[in-house]
């Protein structure tokens, strides 16, 4: 994995974009790990690429049912 900002950015938006019902639970412990990312860039790409993951495939919800309480500050 990278530790490069840029590209973990970079992944995060084209994850977005090319994401699929059938790549949701391939990527998404992935994600769900940069959630708790110092950069809040990468936090931000994160959740939207979960929000993207669900409108693809809604039950995954309990999934990802852990980020309400996750602590988004650095």
Same mark, same amino acid.
């Given at each position: 994995?990278?530790?490069n900002i840029l590209e973990i950015t970079s992944a995060?938006?084209?994850?977005?974009?090319?994401?699929?019902?059938?790549?949701?639970l391939a990527v998404i412990e992935v994600v769900k790990s940069k959630?708790?990312?110092?950069? !809040?860039l990468v936090r931000k790409k994160a959740v939207m690429v979960?929000? @993207?993951? =669900?409108?693809?495939m809604? !039950?995954?919800?309990?999934e990802v049912h852990y980020i309400n309480n996750a @602590?988004? =500050?650095?």
């Open positions: 994995a990278s530790t995060l938006t084209c994850m977005s974009w090319l994401i699929s019902a059938e790549t949701v959630v708790m990312h110092s950069n !809040e979960i929000h @993207r993951c =669900l409108q693809k809604p !039950e995954i919800i309990s @602590r988004l =500050l650095p």
